[in-house]
């Protein structure tokens, strides 16, 4: 993916009919995160997880919109980094789970908030596992966004999960079904482009599945065409994500423990 600052990439959803998808999703690259500047019909915007605040205020600058909220999906530098800095110029409200470790932060989800962002509704999920205070934004399908989407920052990956830093295996492993109950058609944005790599430890485990090897495949592909592998869906997680796949707690730890050290 594009350094710090990378370029926004278009957004991989369907165009062709303005009135069906009124919402605008701009991807921006920093490092491997994906930062993610929505934009709602009437011009009211928000960003998901800013690492840094350079390409988001470039973005806005270059395309328009009117910076009202920030959601921070949790407390880890390279997904808030940029948090304080849009604050300061945009005067938004900053929402997320830890106020102790990013006090930028306005309004503190603890997961089951509901709000409205330019008339699009936003209800939080706490998701925890990855970090104590990961949380997920769940925007259901309604008019100005009549497909369901997801932002799961570090929680749920294209293919994978997040490492399990502050809780137990058990604990991510509720948060991952809390999303795998969600609407099959709704669209995943995760935080980082892990995708080839959580492909090919599909495939080293479970070579004979041809589910992870056409994924792989396909993963590989985008990667050569410059193309991002978001959004996903909870359907196609379901169907190919090793570890929403696990079966089990004890089966979902020990597939964890293999990719800690893959």
């Known amino acids: 993916m594009g350094g710090p600052g990378g370029p926004a990439l278009p957004f991989a959803g369907n165009r062709k009919n303005r009135s ?16 993610y500047l929505c934009r709602t ?6 960003v998901v997880d800013p690492g840094q605040a350079a390409a988001v205020l470039a973005a806005l600058k270059a395309r328009g919109g009117r910076l009202t909220h920030v959601l921070l999906t949790h407390h880890h530098g390279d997904h808030t980094g940029g948090a304080a800095r849009l604050r300061e110029q945009t005067d938004c409200h900053v929402v997320g789970g830890d106020r102790v470790e990013v ?8 997961g089951g908030e509901e709000f409205a962002i330019g008339g699009v509704q936003v209800r939080t999920i706490a998701t925890p596992g990855h970090t104590c205070d990961s949380v997920c934004y769940f925007l259901p399908a309604q008019p100005g966004n009549p497909t369901p989407m997801v932002f799961t920052g570090d929680t749920l990956f294209v293919g994978g999960c997040g490492r399990v830093f502050e809780c137990d295996a058990g604990t991510m492993w509720r948060s991952l079904n809390d999303l795998a109950a969600l609407p099959e058609e709704t669209r995943v944005y995760c935080g ?7 492909y090919h430890f599909a495939t080293k485990f479970f070579p004979r599945d041809a589910e992870y090897a056409c994924k792989l495949a396909e993963a590989q592909a985008a990667v050569r065409a410059g193309r991002p592998m ?15 796949r696990a079966g089990s707690v004890e089966s979902f730890a020990h597939l964890r423990g293999l990719k800690d050290r893959f």
């Open 192 to 198: 980082h482009e892990y995708t080839v790599e959580n």
């Open 230 to 244: 978001i959004p996903s869906t909870i359907a196609a997680e379901k169907r190919a994500n090793v570890f929403l």
């Open 41 to 46: 019909a009437d011009g009211v915007a928000f």
């Open 103 to 110: 006090p930028v932060i306005d309004t503190v989800a603890a």
């Open 20 to 35: 069906e998808w009124t919402m605008d999703i701009e991807i921006l690259t920093f490092g491997d995160n994906y930062i």
